[in-house]
């Protein structure tokens, strides 16, 4: 397979922080980047070479896209497979459309991880409101519903602490199918992050162990908890597994429960992962670089962590206004996204401190 030659153009679909730094990793390799996004002004689209606005499910538009650059790869997963079949009859587009196909359904996700031999929380396919009650009867409470397409990020997610939040939860997903899932007391949630090349070669990050709140990421720590290992070892198996059998391309990211009786598979995302942040400075190769390089068929640069410890905090909503503080530490390394308005829940940037010391020392002298 020949590489893509620096100058050719790495269409984006997509808008967001994700292809924000996509496009800086792309342009460092001497590529230019070509957002495709429905917004006035993308983050995405202020450090591109060429922004074209389209909405999500205009086939011509993106067809038209595909016909304009050399390779096309995507941020955002809640594209339709016909307007996405369009783009991809005009440009190679990686990862595989059947990637996001099996990504974009939570059920079909679930089934097609366990057709691999791996273990998601216990679930049941919801299809109309009486299904849902017959799914708690067997599934039990606490549980979550959620909607089989186009959550992200906790939305189109309910949880339901007895049957008698049924009706509400029901209300919450408007009706859409939906999977229950058994609400997992976990231990600790960590992902797998790995990129796998156009020659199938696969190159894996160490997991970060991560925190969430309210559905969104807050915190990612590398590496897990030493007790973690064995857990991870299986996730990583399990990954490998899935990417395999997708003949995946790019940067891969799945995420997990661990539990006293071991991983239980969550979601994957085919993209590159806020999970995966902290690679940018902790990592000799940045997801985003290795991404470029999986799509331009360009050989994988090394995953191993440059410091002990790394830590990656996102700053959501009015978290950004903290900037001068964050600045204050030397050692913080902070991105932010270039969006307008700080909306509550919405991810203005994150914070990246690479070291083997604890977050929030501030008395850190040099050495
Ligand atoms: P998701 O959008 O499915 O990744 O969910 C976002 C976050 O909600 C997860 O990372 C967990 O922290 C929490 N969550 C989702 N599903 C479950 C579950 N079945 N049991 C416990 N926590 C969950």
Redesign the pocket.
């Known amino acids: 397979m020949t590489p893509l030659p620096p100058g050719s153009t790495i269409g984006i679909v997509g808008g967001g922080q994700l292809g924000r730094m996509l496009a800086m990793a792309a342009a460092q390799l001497g590529y230019r980047c070509h957002i495709y996004a429905p917004d006035q002004a993308p983050p995405a689209a202020e450090v591109a070479a060429a922004f074209t606005r389209g909405a999500w499910d205009d086939g011509d538009a993106l067809a038209a896209f595909g016909r304009a650059v050399d390779v096309a790869t995507y941020e955002f997963e809640n594209i339709a497979a016909a307007p996405l079949e369009a783009l991809a009859r005009e440009a190679p587009l990686f990862p595989p459309a059947k990637a996001l196909a099996t990504a974009q359904d939570r059920l079909e996700e679930k089934s097609f991880v366990e057709r691999l031999g791996g273990r998601p929380?216990s679930f049941r396919a919801v299809d109309e409101r009486a299904g849902l009650d017959a799914a708690l009867a067997e599934i039990g409470c606490p549980a979550?519903l959620?909607t089989r397409r186009f959550?992200?990020?906790?939305k189109g997610?309910a949880r339901l602490a007895s049957p008698r939040d049924a009706e509400d939860a029901w209300e919450a997903v408007s009706g859409q199918p939906s999977v229950l899932?058994?609400?997992?007391?976990?231990d600790a949630?960590f992902s797998i992050l790995l990129c796998r090349a156009r020659d199938g070669m696969v190159r894996v990050w160490d997991a970060p162990q991560?925190v969430?709140g309210d559905?969104i990421?807050r915190r990612s720590t590398i590496p897990c908890d030493a007790g973690l290992a064995a857990q991870v070892r299986e996730a990583e198996a399990l990954t490998r597994r899935i990417a395999d059998a997708l003949d995946y391309v790019g940067v891969l990211a799945a995420?997990y429960?661990a539990t006293p009786d071991g991983p239980l598979f969550?979601?994957f995302a085919p993209r590159v992962h806020n999970s995966g942040h902290w690679t940018i400075e902790g990592a000799v190769t940045s997801q985003f670089e290795n991404h470029v390089r999986a799509v331009c068929g360009l050989p994988l640069g090394a995953t191993a962590r440059t410091a002990p410890r790394v830590e990656m905090d996102n700053l959501i909503g009015d978290e950004a206004d903290r900037w001068p503080a964050i600045l204050a530490d030397p050692r913080a390394h902070l991105h932010l996204y270039g969006k307008g308005e700080a909306r509550p829940g919405r991810k203005m940037g994150h914070v990246t401190r690479v070291g083997d010391w604890g977050l929030g020392t501030r008395d850190w002298e040099g050495g």
């Open positions: 929380t979550i959620k959550g992200y990020d906790g997610q899932e058994a609400f997992v007391p976990f949630e991560n969430h559905g990421l995420e429960f969550n979601e």
